[in-house]
């Protein structure tokens, strides 16, 4: 008589009996052996937590006396919120440096979707539903090269991505109006632009769109260099520098109405102004 | 016929100390089993092949405990509106005794959790040990991080400072690009149109009471699937508990389906 070929299912709820009986014979009590590896592990975990927060403290506050000193950690605060305010970096926590490097490589309006939701929400997915649908009993490295190979490259691109969105180099407001002149001369702007020119410059609009090559590509903002030839209309910009997600629906861009009507009129010219390279 | 002897005075006195010792314990034992219950936790065997490597779970444990209580006193005098919030992170940190260590610790233990996450799930996946039966573990596992990083997301703004407010503007408008729920899920982030005294109450009681609470709740199911379906031996030990054994007879093995090579009569 032929042998039945075993269900999965059997195999592997004979594996989990095996393992039971194994534990009861073989095994040993959590405590105190596991417990003492357990107590130790934690107060390492302790010690690293309080050596972080006393080396922020000595570093940052320790030689002047003041908080918002760049320590080994950074400062311990930065200056008050301030809505109105034109000069910010928009960085996260470095825990999710892989998701805002995600956002360089993503543009705005084509692919920004991918990059914010489609790439995370499909990895997060994969993540969740991994023991059901890798449902072979196999433990063993050396027999599980998809899984190797599919953990490697995950690891290897979040480490990447968060390399990358640890390194990016946001432009200062001090660098960037160096280089007004340029864009004059590049690209024919006329005087009454030029107001608008130097406020883009320090505004903060740098620190995530690009203009002839000034600026950090940030969040998939579009490059500004050649936005002009899309005659848009004063009207547009203006009410798109307000409210963006009024008029550009979705658009993570902040609003900016905190400008004033006279100044978001100066942005507005240079913006309508840019043909590009000429 | 062997004579037994009197119990002396000091052993019916030492009987007595033990029983009045007892009583609390035998009384919380009869009305709720919870002694024996912490006795099967601490005495419950684990296999004898269990590593270092296998302590990430509970240092992850240890770390969430310092984000509690650390997150408890930091509560004690943080003010959650716009007007407060700085002054009073500026006074934590500068005047409170030892306000700069608690804050310090609450701040770099969320690193700390979020790396411990990452590595204990690095280790469970090294190990395999999200396959049957532990499928679920898994998932509450994942859920954790989610909601971990979420912790992360919402605390970044409570110091109201210049990276904290920005941050947050540009990462609930990234939410706000997510197709049906986006726009919804940042009007509700925002508590309106625009990042407010609204936004920061809002972010305050997520990261506060709502996330934390469900965090307790899933570590308290993570560990009781734990606890019931066991420690994963290392794949790689010899003496993996559950692994099939060529020196064992095949019939003592029930369920074991492991075909009997054809014609080689024995076992290999």
């Known amino acids: ?278 | 016929m062997a004579v037994r002897r009197q119990p002396s005075r000091a052993d019916i006195r030492k009987q007595r100390m033990l029983a009045a010792i007892n009583f609390p314990l035998d009384w919380l034992e009869e009305r709720s089993g919870l002694v024996g219950a912490v006795r099967y936790f601490l005495f419950r065997k684990v296999p004898a092949d269990t590593n270092w490597m296998q302590t990430l779970g509970s240092a992850t444990l240890t770390a969430f405990i310092v984000q509690a209580v650390t997150g408890v006193i930091l509560a004690m005098y943080y003010k959650p509106t716009p007007n407060d919030a700085y002054k009073s992170i500026q006074y934590i940190t500068d005047e409170l005794t030892l306000g700069w260590l608690v804050r310090g610790m609450h701040k770099w233990g969320a690193s700390v959790f979020i790396i411990l996450m990452f590595l204990h799930m690095g280790r469970v996946f090294l190990f395999g040990a999200y396959k049957y039966p532990r499928e679920l573990n898994w998932i509450v596992g994942v859920l954790l991080l989610v909601m971990g990083m979420l912790e992360g997301f919402t605390g970044y703004l409570l110091p109201w400072d210049q990276t904290a407010y920005w941050a947050s503007v540009v990462g609930i408008n990234l939410n706000g690009t997510a197709p049906i729920a986006g726009p919804w899920l940042a009007q509700f982030l925002r508590g309106g149109q625009e990042i407010t005294g609204d936004t920061l109450t809002r972010f305050y009681s997520l990261h506060m009471l709502i996330v934390p609470g469900g965090i307790a709740a899933l570590i308290g199911l993570h560990l009781y699937l734990v606890i019931r379906l066991g420690v994963t031996s290392p794949p790689w030990s010899k003496e993996a508990a559950g692994m099939e054994r060529a020196d064992e007879p095949q019939h003592l093995r029930p369920g074991l389906t492991r075909p009997v090579p054809r014609g080689g009569g024995g076992s290999s």
């Open chain 1, 1 to 278: 008589m032929a042998a039945v070929k075993p269900r999965p299912v059997d195999e592997r709820r004979a594996e989990f009996a095996r393992y039971k009986k194994d534990v009861k014979e073989r095994g040993k009590p959590f405590h105190p052996y596991a417990m003492f590896h357990d107590t130790v592990m934690s107060l390492v975990v302790v010690s690293v937590i309080t050596g972080l927060a006393v080396i922020w403290k000595w570093t940052s506050w320790g030689p002047h006396h003041d908080g918002l000193h760049q320590g080994l950690l950074g400062p311990e605060y930065t200056d008050p919120a301030d809505p109105g305010t034109t000069s910010f970096v928009p960085r996260p926590d470095w825990y999710f440096y892989f998701l805002f490097y995600l956002l360089r490589i993503f543009k705005w309006p084509n692919s920004v979707f991918l990059g914010t939701v489609g790439v995370p929400t499909i990895a997060l997915i994969l993540l969740i539903a991994l023991p059901l649908y890798d449902v072979r009993r196999e433990r063993r490295l050396s027999r599980r090269p998809v899984a190797v190979v599919g953990a490697v490259l995950t690891v290897l691109s979040m480490a990447v991505l968060t390399w990358k969105g640890a390194t990016a180099s946001e432009a200062l407001a001090s660098e960037v109006i160096a280089d007004v002149p340029t864009w004059i001369k590049q690209e024919k702007l006329p005087q009454n632009a030029v107001p608008g020119a130097k406020l883009f410059a320090v505004a903060g609009c740098t620190a995530c769109h690009t203009y002839l090559g000034t600026g950090s590509s940030n969040l998939g903002a579009p490059d500004l260099t050649a936005i002009g030839t899309r005659n848009l209309g004063i009207d547009f910009q203006i009410r798109h520098l307000k409210d963006p997600a009024s008029v550009v629906p979705g658009s993570p861009m902040p609003k900016f109405a905190s400008l004033g009507e006279k100044r978001l009129h100066d942005l507005a010219l240079f913006l309508e102004a840019s043909k590009g390279k000429r």
